[in-house]
């Protein structure tokens, strides 16, 4: 083993072999076996590497390494401790104030949608990022409602302890009658087994990756709200490259990173399929009852766009306003 390549090992990282002129690091908040990094990482990696005849080479720093931290992701990148950086605005809560106004609900109907959106607006989510590039923000596939009882509608959750990810959501809880209960993800499974919680809310692709439909029986795919992610380059590491591998990290990201939609459905669609052989009932909304609860919930989310979202209200509002108005040109 090479000393370059016993460096990684130790570090639990992952790279492309090879001397190259820029040796870039890319920390990410998700295991090297997800598909974040297998589908879109790894093949864009390799991308950037053969267009630039070798002269770039990135290696990964994933979950469990030094750099692998959610928490902190952004912060990696703006430093320059890591040369880029994959993770999701709404861990830490508060810190990226602008991007997770598109994950109130009902929203977005679709990760595709969504992804769409935030593309056609990246500019005006600069203000949270910065110090970095965006090289690309993209969204999950909107949430379902998960429980342990059997469930119709959204009004079937009122009197539930209910697993909440997000204040907004929070507050879509309280307004049916549900109590939230705020919890990380890998605590779900053993909160419901314990009776600690009904339920939770959640979209399919962790549901799968936490195996929460051995505990969670009833699934109403309800496409309440979706989680954002974003992937960026530090500026300055950036604005010190060759305009033309500047060229070829734009131009690869944009290239590969427009499969987000397809790849957050398809792993949903694998938790669904799980769910199902396992027996579970997933009950389906329509788009017409969605539209209800957008209305229904629209009081709720003026109160956190004026209250809670941490910007001025009316600039909170203009700024969601327009995602509304940009999803609109996406579906």
Known sequence: MTTGAAVAAIAGSTGIAGAAEYEL????????????????????????????????????????????????????????????????????????????????????????????????????????????????????????????????????????????????????????????????PTEIYESVERGVVDGNIMPWGPVGAFKLHEVLNYHLDAKINPVSMYILMNQDRYDAMPEDLQAIIDETSDEVFANWGKWWAETDQQ????????????????????????????????????ETSGLPGEDAKALYSDIRETVKTCD
């Open 25 to 184: 690091k890319m920390s990410s908040m998700f295991p090297s076996t997800h598909f974040v990094q297998t589908l879109a990482l790894e093949p864009w990696a390799e991308k950037i590497e053969e267009r630039s005849d070798g002269r770039i080479n990135v290696t990964f720093f994933s979950a469990g390494s030094s750099f692998g931290d959610a928490t902190r992701q952004f912060d990696q990148v703006r430093t320059g401790v890591v040369d880029f950086s994959v993770g999701i605005p709404a861990i830490p809560r508060g810190r990226h104030q602008r991007i997770v106004l598109v994950e109130l609900p009902f929203t977005v109907p679709d990760a595709e949608v969504g992804t769409c959106a935030l593309m056609k607006m990246k500019d005006r989510f600069q203000p949270d990022f910065p110090g970095a590039h965006i090289l690309s923000l993209t969204v999950t596939e909107p949430s379902a409602a998960h429980t342990v009882d059997e469930i119709e509608t959204l009004d079937d959750l009122a009197g539930m302890r209910m697993r909440t990810p997000t204040p907004a959501i929070t507050a879509m809880l309280e307004e049916i009658g549900a109590t939230p209960v705020g919890m990380p």
């Open 271 to 306: 938790a669904i399929d799980a769910a199902k052989e396992a027996g579970n009932t997933i009950i389906p909304m329509s788009d017409e009852d969605r539209a209800a609860w957008r209305d229904r919930l629209q009081p709720v989310i003026n109160t956190y766009l004026e």
